[in-house]
Structures are given as C-alpha cells and as structure tokens.
C-alpha cells in the first residue's frame, strides 16, 4: 500500500513540476502583451494613444449661408496614422499602421465636388468611431465599400460621404450640424450609425478579455474529462441561461439609472428626422453593434431592442446590423486585439446591412 501511495505521490509531484514547466516556457516563448495603439505623424512621432483620436476634433463653428462652404471637426488635409503592435490583417501597411487622411473639405474620404453633380445619388454616413473607420483603411471603412457596391448597381454617379466625427461623436452633435452643414451637400439620404455607448455609459467589451493561464486553461480540460459529456452540457447550458438573464438587464439598467444620454439621443434623433424629412431627405438609423458577447443572449440584446421599439414607434427608419454578427468569433472581427472596433470584415458586414435597407425604396 506504501508503495502505491508513494509512487501517486511521485506522479501527482511530477505532473505538478511538468505544468509548471509548461508554464514558465509559454511565458517566456510568447511574445508578451500588446503594446496600446497609437497616433502618429507621417514622421512616425507619437502624438497620442489611440483614444487620443477625440483630439483631431474641434469646435464647427454655426454655418452661415447654405452656399458658404461646407464646416467639418476635422481638419482639411490633415494626415495621420493608426499604429498597431503586431497587427493580424494583411491591410495594415509594414509598419503595423492605417493612415487616417482628411480631403480638402475636412472629411475621411476620397475629394469630392461640395455641390452634387446632376443625377448624382449622394448619401450621407453620419456617425463617431465606427463610421469614421478606426482601425481599417479608407477603403475598408462601410462608407467606401457601401458607395462600391452602389455604383455598380445603379446607373448614375454614387457618393457615399464618409461624416464620421465630422461633428463630434454623439447624437445631439449630429442634430446640429445636419441643421447647419448637412444640406450644403444635398443628401438624397442621411444614414446615422448609432453606436450603443450613444445610449449612455455602455463600453465596448463586455467582459475583461484577459487571456486564462495555461494551467487554468489545463484544469479546465481535465474537468471536463471527469464530467459526462451529456452531464457537462446541460450544467452548461442551465449556467449560460443563468447568466445571461442575469447580465441582460445590467445594460439596461445602466441607461435607467442614468438616462440623460439616452434621453438626448432619442430628442436629436426625431429632431433630425423632421427636419431632413421636410426638406424630401431619407433618414435612417444604423445600430451599430459592439463586437462582444456575439450570441443572442448577451447583454447588448436589450440595448438594440430598446432602440428598435424606440424607433418603430416614432415612425424612424431603423436598420440593426446586429444580428448577422451573431455566433461569429468576435476576435476575427476586431481590427486588433486592443482595438474592438470593426476590420474590413466587419465593416463589410456593416455595409451589407445597410445595403440592403436602401434597396427597399421609401
């Protein structure tokens, strides 16, 4: 009996000794933590973290005459650039970077004649980061590749103007300059892509997405093994509907405890849509999804349903993006691991949503 228990005791101590070891080489062979995204010069100086994009903005000033020339927060010409550490997606450039230029009117986006050319089909894409294309390059951004796929399908010119962050970030903004700015450009229709953090204090990752280590990934396995698998899932599947009816209303609450953003939001968006509406200006508004809890009970599912009643009942155009992004691995869709923010693949998906809104006439 000694002799069993002694050689357990040697195994348990060598397999205990053999995870530590794994552990201490994945350590020391993994490249280590990404360094945070910055902003920079063409010259390569660092200007700011990537958050520090809020900074290129700045005041509009009140428009003059419609004929005046369009006002943007952006600075005409200005050029800079998203760098990342060790970027996946091939469209970043050898230094691991997007370039974020302004044309000489003060938008992300490709020059363009201010005063709408006869029988041009002119959208307006109005919205903060999403829309602006953090992380991706201009071409990769829902605008560019919505106004693509337009052009080939219609017979006339297709401008989809790229407004991101061109009047700040948030809904009431938006209101101001489309009162202001936005009829100097004609719009055919004007296409607000709502961001959920709209609504109020609302982040984008809906959990702490640090990695587990190798050894609570290891007893996670063993764990498993010891259970059925029949037992195993359905303990699983009671704990996913546990806590997911548990999480979603924490969303919710958030904007009920606090729902001035909110408040402001829905004013601003009714107040843009009676204003374009009278002047014969479709309005529609995108919900824009975060990238995280992709399955359909997780806790930004209410936040999307609170905006879609809101929206029915006040007669608004509205076009969630949300459900095709369902059951997809988040991680393939971010532009980087430290930025959740859409890459061409989630932008393309952005654009087919929308996409197939302006197909059904109004």
């Not at 953090?197 to 996670?220: F, H, Q, T, V």
């Not at 764990?223 to 806590?243: D, F, G, I, N, P």
């Not at 609450?253 to 479709?282: C, H, M, Y």
Request: charged share 25%; aromatic share 8%.
């Amino acid at each position: 009996m000694k002799r069993v228990l002694h050689k357990l005791t040697a195994l348990a101590l060598g397999l205990g000794l053999s995870l530590l070891v794994l552990e201490a080489a994945v350590r020391i062979l993994r490249p280590g933590e990404y360094r945070a995204p910055t902003l920079t010069t063409m010259d390569g100086e660092t200007l700011a973290d990537l958050s520090g994009v809020i900074g290129l903005l700045q005041d509009v000033q009140a428009g003059g005459s419609p004929r005046e020339r369009v006002r943007t927060a952006l600075t005409p010409n200005e050029v800079v650039m998203g760098c990342y550490d060790r970027p996946r997606w091939d469209y970043f450039d050898e230094n691991g970077c997007v370039e974020y230029k302004m044309n000489s009117l003060g938008f992300r986006d490709l020059e363009f004649s201010q005063d709408k050319p006869a029988g041009e089909f002119r959208v307006i894409a109005l919205g903060d980061s999403f829309t602006f294309g953090v992380g991706v390059q201009l071409q990769d951004t829902w605008a560019q590749q919505l106004e693509r796929v337009l052009q080939a399908e219609r017979h006339g010119p297709v401008e989809v103007i790229n407004c991101g962050f061109v009047a700040g970030h948030k809904p009431p903004a938006y209101l101001q300059w489309i009162r202001e700015e936005a009829m100097k450009l004609q719009p055919d229709v004007v296409i607000v892509g709502l961001c959920l953090n709209d609504m109020g204090g609302i982040p984008m990752m809906a959990y702490d997405a640090r990695e587990d280590s190798c050894l609570s990934k290891l007893w996670g396995l063993i764990k498993r093994r010891l259970h059925s698998y029949r037992v195993e899932r359905a303990l699983a599947r009671q704990e996913t509907a546990k806590k997911s009816k548990a999480k979603a209303a924490d969303f919710v609450r958030v904007i009920r405890n606090d729902p001035r953003d909110w408040n402001a939001t829905q004013r601003a968006l009714l107040k843009s849509k009676a204003f374009l509406e009278q002047r014969g200006v479709r309005f529609a508004v995108a919900i824009l999804p975060m990238l995280s809890e992709l399955h359909r009970e997780g806790r930004y599912a209410p936040l999307h349903q609170m905006v879609t009643r809101f929206a029915l009942k006040n007669g608004l155009e509205v076009i969630d993006c949300g459900p095709p992004f369902l059951g997809l691995e988040e991680s393939e869709l971010w532009a980087h691991p430290t930025d959740q923010h859409p890459n061409d693949v989630g932008q393309a998906m952005l654009a087919r949503s929308i996409l197939a809104s302006l197909r059904v006439p109004r």
